[in-house]
């Protein structure tokens, strides 16, 4: 559990060794989670469960808008992680302004169920929970472990829901938080667990607490790619894994390289000592690996924008199977680990530990055509498929032949996100090309009245 002060040393320490971020975010220990629980029969003290949880814990955060602040003086947007199955209890802060909003006793002390098909809840949910907080600086929420759809099990028996009964309480906290988050003219955000089909519309995804094996990650590339049938584009994973497993640099390395072209890198892990994410965790070649990768990603950001765009406006995803393109091609069926990255690149992550040569091996099918290697410049001929071997360092990610990828340049100690000042083209031989860039603020919705550029 991160105190601020530490929390703020370890951002000291990623700007000293030039690794830019852009979000922050804090996991459940923001609130009190250890509840007293009145105990008979001299049992000693308990704890009520403290998933739920709406009252920062001052101990680990004295100043907490004062901590916001500063990470908002980095140029980092900050997110608070939320179970809100609980409902709102008696040793919350907010709990007597809740029972006031929903005619509830507060002398009894009887907790406010989580009654999310009851519009005055609602209501209460945003007003008195979630909007101050917005205001102190929280730029968006984590909605986690809300899963199920059992009414009475969540609200208490007896209790009737005032709406559709067949409304599961995760799909509705995305809907509802994604409206709410519009209401002064911001663009929308919300990070969520998945709530079923459909639930694509509103969250960026949490694929949940994987555990750290080949097993895993060897799964996740396809898992990515074949989500994109459903619509659903936005998946973020717990790259580097989440729990359990095993404590291996080299894996943790190609991990972060699949992060890194995924749609969303996010470095997430269990409260171990063998388990943190930062790169000099590592040994000295997986460490200088992984802050290359990091850094790579912040200066892909330019492409994985107009990317972004390109899926807003017209449903095509950043990460989608190579047999989307060619749907009559036998061979596109038969690398589920390789995937186009956006329109320009073909991404085939290592997925397979290194042989005694320091090679690792992958499985890479090229289309007809020309293609280059980014990371060797290698230029292969298409219309194969190709068993390659890489070092540590390196993953199959090919250009297709007159490929445009725009970058921004690294700027040491800089968060900057668009509207780069210095600019890098890696251009692809082999055929004509060309790539719009998209640009607009990134916080508002006014480029929905053109106020955007296209380059």
């Not at 140029?75 to 608070?80: I, Q, Y």
């Not at 969303?264 to 997430?268: D, M, Q």
């Given at each position: 559990r991160y105190t601020e002060e530490a929390y703020m040393e370890l951002?000291?320490?990623?700007?000293?060794?030039?690794?830019?971020?852009?979000?922050?975010?804090?996991?459940?220990?923001?609130h009190i989670t250890q509840i007293p629980e009145e105990c008979k029969n001299g049992e000693g003290r308990r704890f009520e469960n403290g998933w739920t949880g709406y009252t920062w814990n001052r101990e680990l955060f004295p100043d907490y808008k004062g901590f916001i602040r500063q990470l908002h003086q980095r140029?980092?947007?900050?997110?608070?992680n939320l179970h809100p199955s609980s409902g709102v209890r008696k040793h919350e802060k907010q709990c007597p302004a809740m029972a006031a909003r929903l005619g509830v006793d507060p002398a009894t002390e009887t907790p406010i169920p989580f009654d999310w098909l009851n519009p005055d809840f609602l209501a209460a949910y945003f007003e008195e929970l979630h909007f101050p907080y917005e205001a102190d600086g929280i730029d968006f929420w984590?909605?986690?472990?809300?899963?199920?759809s059992d009414y009475a099990a969540i609200t208490g028996d007896g209790r009737k829901p005032q709406g559709p009964t067949g409304i599961t309480p995760l799909?509705?906290?995305n809907h509802m938080h994604y409206l709410a988050a519009q209401r002064n003219g911001q663009r929308p955000m919300i990070f969520s667990r998945f709530a079923g089909l459909g639930s694509q519309r509103y969250p960026i995804g949490f694929s949940g607490d994987t555990y750290i094996t080949w097993e895993s990650l060897r799964f996740q590339p396809y898992f990515t790619a074949t989500a994109s049938n459903i619509g659903y584009s936005w998946w973020s994973h717990d790259i580097g894994g989440h729990m359990g497993g095993v404590r291996d640099d080299e894996l943790t390395a190609?991990?972060?390289?699949?992060?890194?072209?995924?749609p969303?890198?996010?470095?997430?892990s269990s409260d171990s000592p063998f388990l943190g994410r930062e790169p000099?965790?590592?040994?000295?070649?997986?460490?200088?690996?992984?802050?290359?990768?990091?850094?790579?990603?912040?200066k892909l950001f330019p492409y994985l924008y107009t990317m972004c765009r390109r899926n807003a406006e017209e449903l095509v995803p950043l990460v989608r199977p190579m047999y989307h393109t060619h749907p009559e091609c036998a061979e596109a069926y038969t690398v589920p680990n390789q995937y186009w990255f956006g329109s320009q690149l073909v991404a085939a992550p290592i997925t397979e530990k290194a042989d005694g040569s320091d090679l690792a091996q992958g499985e890479l099918w090229l289309p007809e055509g020309v293609w280059t290697d980014f990371f060797t410049g290698t230029v292969y001929k298409g219309g194969q498929k190709l068993r390659v071997y890489r070092p540590m360092e390196e993953m199959p990610l090919m250009m297709k032949a007159g490929a445009i990828v725009p970058m921004q340049a690294h700027v040491p100690g800089s968060r900057r996100l668009g509207g780069a000042e210095q600019m890098e083209l890696h251009i692809a031989p082999g055929g004509n090309g060309e790539f719009l860039l998209?640009?607009?603020?990134?916080?508002?919705?006014?480029?929905?009245?053109?106020?955007?550029?296209?380059?």
């Open positions: 951002m000291n320490r990623f700007e000293a060794e030039k690794l830019p971020f852009a979000v922050a975010v804090i996991d459940m220990d923001w140029g980092l947007h900050t997110a608070l984590w909605m986690d472990w809300q899963q199920g799909w509705m906290l190609r991990w972060i390289q699949l992060g890194v072209f995924s969303i890198f996010r470095l997430h000099w965790n590592y040994n000295r070649r997986a460490q200088l690996i992984i802050e290359d990768m990091m850094r790579l990603r912040h998209y640009e607009d603020d990134g916080e508002t919705l006014r480029h929905r009245q053109g106020e955007y550029s296209q380059t």
